[in-house]
C-alpha cells in the first residue's frame, strides 16, 4: 500500500496509507478527525529551479515516453519542407546526389563523416 500525503486546515500535513484504489479520497485528520484533502507535496527544488530549465525538464520527460505520431498533416509539412530546402529526396523519391571532382558518389548530409552505400 502506498503512502499519501494530506492536509488538514487546522494541524497541517499528516500521511496515511490507502489502497490505490481509493487515492483521491479524503482521509481523517488523526487529530481532529476532520475529512483532509490529499495532497501532492514538491520538493522544494523543484519549486526553486529556473522556470526556463524546469519546463526543459518537463518537455523531456514527456518525449521519453510518448511516441512520434505521424499524421497527414505533419507528412504534409515535411513534404512542403523537402520542397522548399531540397534535405532529403527529389520529387521522384530519389535521393538528391552529387558527384565529387574524382568521380565518387556524395550524398549531401550534416554529417560528412559517414559512408555512403
Known amino acids: 500500500m502506498p503512502l499519501y500525503d494530506y492536509k488538514c486546515r487546522e494541524h497541517g500535513l499528516f500521511q496515511e496509507l490507502g489502497a490505490m484504489a481509493e487515492a483521491g479520497n479524503p482521509a481523517h485528520c488523526p ?8 495532497v501532492i507535496v ?7 529551479m529556473d522556470p526556463a530549465r524546469r519546463n526543459a525538464e518537463a518537455r523531456n520527460e514527456k518525449a521519453s515516453h510518448e511516441p512520434i505520431i505521424s499524421t497527414a498533416d505533419q507528412r504534409a509539412r515535411d513534404a512542403e519542407h523537402r520542397k522548399s530546402c531540397g534535405c532529403k529526396k527529389k520529387s521522384d523519391g530519389k535521393h538528391m546526389l552529387f558527384y565529387t571532382a574524382d568521380g565518387k558518389k556524395m550524398f549531401p548530409s550534416m554529417r560528412p563523416w559517414m559512408i555512403s552505400h
Open 42 to 48: 514538491l520538493p522544494p527544488e523543484l519549486l526553486a
Open 31 to 38: 487529530t481532529c478527525k476532520a475529512l483532509s484533502p490529499r
